[in-house]
Structure formats: C-alpha cells, structure tokens
C-alpha cells in the first residue's frame, strides 16, 4: 500500500489545482492509497510508524525538500529503531516551483510525470548523511570561516569567509570540475568555497566540524548547533527514481 | 607518469585538493592524486599523484607515486616514479625519485637520489631486449 505525506503548505488554494491534477493522475493509474495530512497531525514520526505497522510498502513524501527531510528521517528512525525492519520505499512527488532539488536529484519531475516513475519502480539504495542525530538526504551547509574539520588523522583549518557544503546527493552534476556526486559510494564529499573563489575537496566517510558558533543547516530545512560528528549511513534507504537522476 | 599536456586531464579527477585558503595539519594519506594550492603541516603520503601549485607551502616529509612541485616544501620527498620540479619550486629536504625533470629557476637545498627502482628496471629492460635480440628468428638463416 502507498500512503502518501501531504505537506501542511499544500492547504493553501494555489496548490489545489495541482493536488487535483495529482489525485486523478494517480486513480488513473491504481496508485492511489491513503493520504496523511500533516497540518491535522502533531508527529510525523509517530504518523510514518504507525503506517508501516498498518502495512504500507511505500512512503510518498509530497510536497517539496523540508517534507522529504522530515518524511525521511521518519521512515529512517523507524527502520534504525525496529526489531525488525520493514522494507519501506520512499518516493517524492514534488509540488511548487521552488525547493525540490532532492526530486530533480531524484530525477523526479513535477506532479504528473512523478506518478509515471512511481509506477515504473525504479528503485536504487541511497546513502544518508548523519549529522549527529539527525539525518539529511541532499547536503549540509554552514559559513566556512574559522571553521575546522577533524577527518581520519588530520585537521582542516579554512581562513576565510566562505560555504561549506557535505554533500551526499546533489542536482547539479558537478561539484569542482567533473567530479560527480555518487550517493551510493558510503562517502560524504565536502566542498569548501571561499570569498577569494578558492575551492577545496575533500571525499570522506565521516568527520566532525568544529565551529566559532556557526549552525549547520541540513537539506535547507533544520539548522543544527556545532560541534557536531558527521557521517554516512550507506545505501540507508531504497528511493524510487527516475531515469534522469543525477547519478548512476 | 605524467607531462604537463596531460597534467589537467589527470588532476581534474583529483581525490583530494586542498585549496589556497585552508590550512591542513597532521597525517594526511590517501589513495588518488592530490592536489595542494594550500598550506599542508605534518605528512603526505598518496598511492596515486601529487600536484603542488606555486602559491603552496608544504612543511611534511612527502611519499607519492609521481609529484609536479610548483609551491614550497619543506621536508624529505620521496617519489618512486617521476618528479617534475617548476621554475618556481623551493625544496628545502632531500629528494629521492626515480625520474627527475628540473625547470630553470627552481631551488633545491638537500641531496638529491636516484632511487634503486630505476636501476631495477633499467636492468630489467636490458634483460628483455638481450633476450628479445636472442630469440629474433631468420637473423641466423639469412647469414
């Protein structure tokens, strides 16, 4: 059974045309399951649960980056915290112009097409970033300056003002030059640009970053205080994609 | 090994690179090519290539396979393969490689080794061409 999460921004008029156009698309094509609004509920945590014990196979986030990092994170804990695990899939369907790179990552179009995908399951085991506890899908990013991070053996100190980004998984198919993003590789890939256009590179399976204070935000949804320990938990969960996603 | 006409082409996949701002201190080993615009203090060590860039400042003893040094280093080299000093390298240690190319300008205050590799492998090829020369067919017949 599908169950799909309706993020709380979709209650506003302007998406109605699009949750409309959704719900028949997904009728046309017997995909259609139970849908849980967020706005009515207080847990999501408590709300993904308690449909995974009802027996829902996969997990429809709906709406845009700050549902899936929640939506996932829900399915995650729950997968981390049981006896034995239910195989859970997760799916996106974005909704709204802005903040679905995750989807477009995915390789997830908009509304309609997204229905087509989850019909194709297409599914690929994708890594999860773990800044202490809480996880990410797509990147963490925090103001570089002062800044140092602790990997296997050595310390990196950056000088000037600038952005750190931990990427797990990223839209764009180039960080510096051709490297692509491989979130299927149990690594994180950090990217330091600084003001002076100097960018460094660093491919690692965990480290901790030591801050003047700065915030971490995750997924451009949660800002989390530093210091904290990073990692990866590889291959943490199965996500239905699209062809185009942007890696292999 | 590599020239500077391949040089791009080999670093553009580079595992690591360290950029002008950053400061990176303790042991540092890893397994792809490297490269370093940056300040490095500690060790390096690498499997694969290593790239040092003229605004860069190394005060480690280095190990990699192949290296072109630009920056400023400051410790024992190693390089079991081919070493490529630029016009503006300053090495203040002693370097060991197998191959050496050194621009006009480039400064070094140490001793500098061949490594045993090369003679290995020079008397290996030596080795391979005597037998090559032996086993050549029809020189004999035709005299």
């Given at each position: ?52 014990k ?10 845009n980056?700050?549902?899936?990092f ?24 974005p909704?709204?112009r ?7 990552a ?21 890594d ?8 990410f ?23 000037e ?14 960080i ?7 979130p299927n ?14 960018e ?8 901790k ?23 990866v ?16 | ?26 042991n ?61 390298a ?16 480039a ?16 008397r ?20």
């Open positions: 059974m599908n169950v799909y999460i309706y993020d709380d921004f979709l209650n506003k008029s302007k998406y109605n045309r699009a949750i409309n156009r959704l719900e028949i698309k997904l009728t046309d094509l017997g995909l259609n399951g139970k849908i849980v609004r967020l706005g009515a509920i207080k847990n999501i945590h408590d709300a993904v649960e308690s449909e995974i009802n027996g829902a196979k996969t997990i429809v986030a709906v709406g980056n700050e549902t899936v929640k939506t996932a994170a829900a399915v995650i804990e729950h997968q981390a915290l049981s006896f034995i695990p239910q195989k859970t899939l997760f799916f996106v369907i909704i709204g802005e903040d679905n790179s995750i989807a477009n995915l390789g997830i179009k908009k509304e309609e097409d997204a229905c087509n995908t989850l019909l194709a399951r297409r599914i690929k085991k994708v999860i970033g773990v800044a202490g506890r809480n996880y899908i797509e990147k963490a990013e925090m103001e570089a300056e002062g800044a140092i991070l602790e990997i296997d053996g050595y310390t990196v100190e950056i000088e003002k600038g952005i750190i980004s931990i990427i797990n998984l990223a839209e764009k198919s180039n510096i030059g051709d490297k692509k993003p491989k590789d149990g690594r994180l890939d950090i990217h330091i640009k600084t003001r002076s256009r100097n460094s590179f660093f491919s690692v399976k965990s480290f970053i030591i801050s003047k204070g700065q915030d971490l935000l995750l997924d451009s949804s949660v800002e989390i205080k530093t210091p904290v320990e990073l990692g938990i590889p291959g943490g969960l199965e996500i239905i994609v699209g062809k185009d996603r942007a890696f292999e | 090994m590599f020239n500077k006409d391949n040089r791009a082409e080999k670093f553009k996949d580079a595992e690591t690179i360290i950029g002008g701002s950053i400061k990176v201190k303790g540092f080993h890893g397994q792809g090519n490297i490269v370093i615009e940056g300040r490095l203090e500690g060790s390096l060590k690498t499997n694969a290539s290593l790239f040092v860039g003229e605004q860069a400042k190394i005060v480690a003893n280095i190990e990699a396979q192949d290296a072109i040094i630009n920056g400023e280093v400051y410790g024992e080299i190693k390089i079991k393969k081919y070493l490529s000093l630029g016009s503006t300053k090495i203040f240690g002693d370097i060991q490689y197998a191959e050496i190319s050194v621009e006009h300008g400064t070094i205050n140490g001793q500098l080794t061949v490594k045993a590799e090369v003679e290995d492998n020079k290996k090829e030596k080795a391979i061409i005597e037998e090559e020369v032996e086993e050549l067919p029809g020189e004999e017949g035709a005299a």
